[in-house]
C-alpha cells in the first residue's frame, strides 16, 4: 500500500473516530432536549471537521472555567437574601392572593430572592422619556449610581447618560457603569468611555472577548450579558427590554424605531436588582461591594409586592422557561404576551396551545418586520399551530416590537430582558421583574393594546396561502432551533 493511501486511510479513521467521540460527547452532554441532540448529531455527522469545529464553538453553554469559577465566587461573597433584607422587608408580602403564590415560590429558586413588598413602579411613556428620568436620578443621586446595558450607543441619549455620570462622579458620587463587550463595542472603543473613566466613574467590560481567537478556546463568545439594569442609592432601578440608545437605533436604522417598555421601581426591589449587578460586577472586577448590600434598607411605604428574577449560563438551564410557563399555565382568563424573538421549546408551544384551547384568550405580539431573518423565519413555522389552538396572533407595524412583557388576567406582570427564545433561555444573562399590582399591571396591558392597535391580524386564511416553498422555508429555518 502507497503512502498516499496510508495518509488517506489514516486520515479517514481518525475522522471517524472524532466523529463518534464528539457523537457520544453530544449523547452525553447534560441538559438537551433529545432534538437538541439529534440536531447536533446530524450536524456532526453531515459536517465532518465544520460539524465537529461548530459543536465546539456552538454546542455547549459555556463561559470558561476561570470565568464561571470567578462568577461562583463572587456570588458566595453576597450575603444570602433572606439575612441582608431583615424582617421588615421579609414582612412585606401579605398582598399576595393564595392563587399567585405558587408563581413567586418558583421564582424564588431562581436566585433565592423572596417576593418583597412595599413597592411602587411607574411606566415610562416611551424610550427618550426612560432617558431622561434615568438622567434624572442620576443628577438626583447621592450615594450611587449603578448602570449596567448590553447595548450602549454613541448616539444622543447615550451620550446623556454618559454626560449625567460624569456630572454625577464629579459631585462625589460613586458611579459604577458596566457594559457588555459586544453590544457596547461603539462605546467602550470610544473617546466617551475614556472621559468617563478620567471624570472619575468607575467601569467594567461585561464578558470581554480579548483575542477573538484564543477566547473562542475559553467559551463560547456569542454567550453575552443581555441584562438592562439601573440601581440609584439602593432605592430606585428601571427593568425592562430598553437599552441606552436613541429610539431610531442608527446601527440597524431600516427597522427603526426600536419600540420599548420600562418600569422605573422605588423600594425593596431595587435592593434584589442590586444582587445581579454585584454579582455580575464582582465577576469582572477585583472591587467586592457586597456591603452595599448589608446596607439598611429606606423605610417603605405600603405598596405592591415584587421579585427580581435573573437568569443565565450560571443558574439552572430550565429557569427562564419554567417561569414564562408556569405564567401561561397560572391564566384563568386573558394572557397577553410581547416578545420580538420567539423560538420556543416544544413545551412552551404546547403551553401557549394550551392556554388558548382552555378558554383563555390569549394573544402574541411580535414585530411585523424582525432584525434578524433567522428568527422571523424560525417564529413564523409555529404561526400554524398555535392559530389551530385559538391563539390570537398579531405583527407590529410601528417599528421593531423590541417589548418582552408578559400580563395574566389584568393582575401579575413579568418585565424585563429576556425574550422567549433558546438564547434567552441558555445562553444569555438576563433580568426580570415579576409582580402582582393591577393598577401597573392595568398600565402595561394597555401599552400592549396600543401595540395590538398598530398591528396587522395574523389570520389563518394568511398562512394557508404561503407558498410550500415559503413553510419550507420557514421549517427547515426552525429545525436548526436546537442548534441554534
Not at 425574550?419 to 402595561?444: G, K, P
Request: hydrophobic letters at 45%; proline letters at 4%; glycine letters at 6%.
Amino acid at each position: 500500500m502507497s503512502h498516499e493511501s496510508l495518509l488517506a486511510a489514516f486520515l479517514l479513521a481518525l475522522d471517524i473516530s472524532l466523529q463518534g467521540a464528539f457523537v457520544v460527547r453530544v449523547l452525553l452532554r447534560p441538559h438537551r432536549e433529545p432534538a437538541s441532540r439529534i440536531a447536533w448529531v446530524v450536524v456532526v455527522i453531515a459536517l465532518p471537521l465544520l460539524g465537529i469545529l461548530a459543536y465546539l464553538f456552538f454546542g455547549e453553554t459555556n463561559i470558561g472555567r476561570r470565568r464561571a469559577a470567578r462568577l461562583r465566587e463572587s456570588i458566595a461573597r453576597l450575603p444570602v437574601w433572606s439575612e441582608a433584607a431583615g424582617a421588615n422587608l421579609m414582612s412585606l408580602q401579605n398582598d399576595l392572593p393564595q392563587h399567585y403564590l405558587h408563581l413567586f415560590q418558583a421564582g424564588e429558586t431562581v436566585n433565592g430572592f423572596a417576593p418583597v413588598g412595599g413597592n411602587r413602579g411607574h411606566l415610562l411613556p416611551d424610550s427618550n422619556a426612560t432617558i431622561d428620568a434615568i438622567v434624572a436620578d442620576i443628577d438626583a443621586a447621592q450615594n450611587h449610581v449603578h448602570l449596567l446595558f448590553y447595548i450602549w450607543l454613541t448616539d444622543n441619549n447615550g451620550y446623556k447618560v454618559v454626560d449625567a455620570l460624569k456630572r454625577a462622579a464629579a459631585r462625589g458620587v460613586t458611579c459604577r457603569a458596566m457594559a457588555d463587550d459586544v453590544g457596547s463595542s461603539s462605546m467602550i472603543g470610544s473617546k466617551h468611555w475614556q472621559a468617563m473613566r478620567a471624570a472619575g466613574v468607575l467601569l467594567a467590560v461585561a464578558l470581554p472577548i480579548g483575542n477573538p481567537l484564543l477566547r473562542l478556546l475559553k467559551g463560547r463568545i456569542d454567550l453575552r450579558n443581555h441584562r438592562k439594569i439601573i440601581v440609584i442609592d439602593n432605592h430606585v432601578t428601571y427593568c425592562g427590554s430598553q437599552n441606552c440608545a436613541d429610539p431610531e437605533f442608527r446601527t440597524k436604522p431600516k427597522y427603526a424605531p426600536w419600540v420599548d417598555a420600562m418600569i422605573r421601581f422605588e423600594g425593596p426591589i431595587a435592593r434584589q436588582n442590586q444582587y445581579l449587578f454585584t454579582s455580575d460586577w464582582m465577576a469582572e472586577t477585583d472591587e467586592d461591594i457586597s456591603d452595599l448590600l448589608r446596607e439598611p434598607t429606606q423605610s417603605t411605604q405600603n405598596g405592591f409586592t415584587a421579585q427580581v428574577i435573573g437568569t443565565g449560563p450560571t443558574v439552572r438551564y430550565s429557569a427562564m422557561p419554567e417561569m414564562f410557563e408556569t405564567l401561561i399555565y397560572s391564566a384563568r382568563r386573558e394572557l397577553v404576551i410581547s416578545t420580538p424573538y420567539y423560538v420556543p421549546d416544544e413545551s412552551m408551544q404546547g403551553a401557549l396551545c394550551a392556554s388558548a384551547r382552555r378558554g383563555v384568550a390569549t394573544s402574541i405580539i411580535f414585530p411585523a418586520r424582525n432584525d434578524s431573518w433567522i428568527v422571523a423565519a424560525a417564529s413564523r413555522s409555529y404561526y400554524a399551530d398555535l392559530l389551530a389552538a385559538g391563539v390570537r396572533i398579531f405583527e407590529y407595524e410601528g417599528g421593531l416590537l423590541h417589548t418582552k412583557s408578559l400580563t395574566v388576567d389584568g393582575e401579575v406582570t413579568l418585565i424585563g430582558s429576556a425574550n422567549m427564545d433558546r438564547r434567552s433561555f441558555e445562553l444569555n444573562f438576563e433580568n426580570n421583574i415579576l409582580f402582582y399590582d393591577q393598577a401597573l399591571t392595568a398600565d402595561l396591558r394597555r401599552r400592549q393594546e396600543s401595540y395590538i392597535n398598530s398591528s396587522r391580524v395574523v389570520a389563518v386564511d394568511m398562512v394557508e396561502s404561503w407558498t410550500w416553498q415559503h413553510r419550507l422555508y420557514n421549517n427547515v429555518i426552525a429545525m436548526f432551533g436546537p442548534v441554534l
